[in-house]
């Protein structure tokens, strides 16, 4: 990625957990921060390639929010 098409930092969120409290451990948060950064980092790279192979963004955009909506969580604990 060239320094004049580098997205600006990216604004990291307050993370909380499900009850809304803030989790207060600096390493967990360094840690989500950090992942964060990182798939930010590769799904920039991929709309990049996409765009650049011919792809188009909007569909590249909707397949990335599908990524997101099908990712399932292992630890949910079902509400019965």
Known sequence: MSDATKPGKLALPVWRTPEG????????IKVLNENLEELREMAQE?????VLMGCDEAQFRR?????AAG???PYRKDKQ
Request: hydrophobic content about 50%; proline content about 0%; some cysteine.
């Open 21 to 28: 409290e803030l989790v207060s451990c600096v390493e967990k």
């Open 46 to 50: 991929a709309l990049e390639d996409a």
């Open 63 to 67: 397949v990335m929010q599908d990524l």
């Open 71 to 73: 990712l399932v969580n």
